[in-house]
């Protein structure tokens, strides 16, 4: 019995010492490189032009793009665009407002097309430039009277500052003044806001108001020309107060009480955080103009501008960009003229400034600003203001009033021409309204559509 098993052992250790060698694995297959891949965003659509991103990945360049426009009839239309990067803003112009079109695009590697998803974009509708006009003057029979600005809550509740002078024979001196005026949805009420007669003393005198914003009624805000700003609560005056730096305001602009800016002469930028004013550098001497911000959804900021030009200082000019931590860089302003007065831009969308012409960009990094009205008007713009981008309202030198519905701008200086200058404008729903000086009365044209 021993003997059979040890042959057996014998036997399994001689089967085991005869096994076939394991023959080495095969290597792995070579990876399969990631073929370029393609994608059209939509960035923007107004109501003539549409901004598309387009995207890829391990797409070689340079390379040439051919993006394909199918139109709301159904024909296409081809533009071929060279690429440098392999990421690219497109801007397509010449379009139709309130129409669909539908794009795609298609690049070549290695003698293979590859091809972008379909875009579908809608552009946007104009709107009317039916507009109607009223004109209202005030005072005139002694002084000159002038309105520098004006803001509108809604259509029963409109606000105007300057100085008015009205004739008035139980007064000692002729005349009672005015800085005020507010249009309750029947009539134009004259109001006087009081500022220091010395700043540091008791006495008050209706010094003529600059500069109004509005947050809403109950919370207004009204500069003297000069360094005090008022506070009404509807037509009640609350507070006036003296800023700790002298200079002449020009204008107000805010996100809330707590958050306030107002610009001025010789480059002056103050904020306000609800409980202390700040000087910011402004990084010039001209004459700030202007503030205008809005909130960029693309990049979860507040977006902040400030123009400026000074007529002494020659032909010079200055956009300033203010940031969220309130400092500031001064971008470039060729291709506008001097000196610029206003700006307003929906943040990501459209900027505008203006002064001896309207200019706009869509990226703020863009060189050279381009006029926009050139073919439209020969005035030049004391104010510019917008609900949205198919929505804008100018004015400025003689009268002239513009409005820019997305499409076109319309003039209607042959019916609100003056012999003097609107100096400010405001729209708000379907009220548009210009504000300034006709010979000398103070002047505001409303139009209704």
Known sequence: MKKIIILLNILFISLIGCKKPTEPPEPPPPPILDEPTLRLELDDAHCTEVWIKFTSAKLKTPNTLILKQYNPNDDSLIHTINLITQDTLLHIDSLLPNKTYRYKAEAIENNKVYTTNELIVQTMDTTSHNFTFEMFTFGGEIGSSVLFDVAIINENNIWAVGDIWIKSDTSATGYIKYNAVHWNGTEWKLHRIMFYTICGQYNRTPYPAKAI??????????????????????????????????FVINKIWGTSSNNLYVVGNLGNILHYNGLRWRRIESHTTLNINDIWGDYN??????????????????????????????????????????????????AGGNYYIAGSGIYQKHILNDNIWKNDIFSITTYSTNRIRGIEINDISATGGAGELLHFNGYSWKSFIDEVGIPGNYYSTDINGNTIISVGQSSNQAVITIGKR
């Open 213 to 246: 914003f509005v947050f809403n009624e109950n919370d207004i805000w009204i500069a003297m020309d000069g360094d005090q700003i008022a506070r009404m609560n509807g037509t009640v005056q609350v507070s006036v107060e003296c800023l700790p730096y002298s």
């Open 297 to 346: 959804p693309k990049t979860n900021e507040w977006e902040l501008l400030a123009v400026g030009g000074n007529i002494l200082a020659g032909y010079e000019n200055c956009v300033i960009q203010i940031h969220s931590n309130n400092s500031t860089k001064r971008l470039n302003t060729e291709g506008a003229e001097w000196p610029l007065r206003s700006t307003w831009f929906e």
